[in-house]
């Protein structure tokens, strides 16, 4: 079957469904103290956590995160050896490779003083380009830093989304750019609304849209083509 171009109603409606489903009950109180999907303490937690989720779980992540014996600070990061970072990062996997990216990330931090709003101030594609030219950092996690660190309006697309929606019936681009900006034409441009819709994303791809679907309960079932 040909695979159809996802209409910004369909995309809409998607959400509104998953949105019911799964309701603001996914977020809770975010280290600025708003309503957030991703969970941390800080916005340097938020930050690491977005290098250590790449290629493994979240499960993974939290076992990481609670290795460290303080609070995360930036300098733990610029003063201690790479062994020593994979070795406190060891449960999220890839750690050496994931702390040579820490080690980069936090270098770079360090022209803004370790200071968030001075990182937030800048315009969204010149913030977005200097992350991304940082070593180990690509699309999906430049976008998630923007979005639940740095207050900037980017859709974070990652396998989850592209599983969902291609296994529905929807011609999903092969581009990154070309996906995320399909779903940020469709939806409210802001970031609670992209906080939120990522969460709603991920907790469904979690849920029933697993590597092995559960698709008897699943709430989009009758809109699916169960391309899997």
Same mark, same amino acid.
């Given at each position: 079957?040909?695979? =159809?171009?996802? +209409?910004? %109603? ?7 469904? *998953?949105? @019911?489903?799964? $309701? ?22 938020l ?45 999220a996997?890839f ?21 968030? =709003?001075?990182? +937030?101030? %800048? ?7 200097? *992350?991304? @030219?940082?070593? $180990? ?92």
């Amino acid at each position: 079957m040909e695979k =159809n171009r996802l +209409t910004n %109603k369909q995309l809409a409606h998607i959400f509104d469904i *998953l949105g @019911a489903q799964y $309701g603001e009950s996914i977020l809770r109180t975010g280290w600025r103290g708003n309503k957030s999907w991703w969970q941390a303490n800080s916005a340097l937690e938020l930050m690491v956590g977005s290098i250590l989720v790449q290629n493994t779980n979240w499960k993974n992540v939290d076992q990481a995160l609670g290795r460290f014996s303080t609070p995360i600070s930036p300098q733990f990061f610029l003063t201690v050896s790479l062994e020593e970072i994979a070795e406190v990062i060891r449960p999220a996997g890839f750690q050496n490779q994931k702390a040579q990216k820490l080690k980069a990330l936090f270098e770079w931090f360090s022209t803004y003083n370790f200071d968030v =709003n001075q990182v +937030t101030s %800048k315009n969204k594609e010149v913030l977005r380009k200097e *992350l991304l @030219a940082i070593h $180990g950092i690509g699309n999906e996690t430049a976008d998630a830093m923007l979005v639940y660190v740095f207050n900037k309006t980017s859709f974070v697309i990652d396998a989850y989304a592209r599983r969902i929606f291609t296994r529905i019936g929807f011609a999903v681009p092969k581009s990154y750019t070309a996906f995320q900006q399909m779903i940020e034409n469709a939806i409210l441009c802001d970031v609670p609304t992209y906080d939120y819709y990522h969460g709603l994303i991920v907790e469904h791809a979690k849920d029933y849209c697993t590597k092995i679907p559960k698709c008897d309960h699943c709430p989009l079932v009758k809109y699916c083509n169960k391309n899997i």
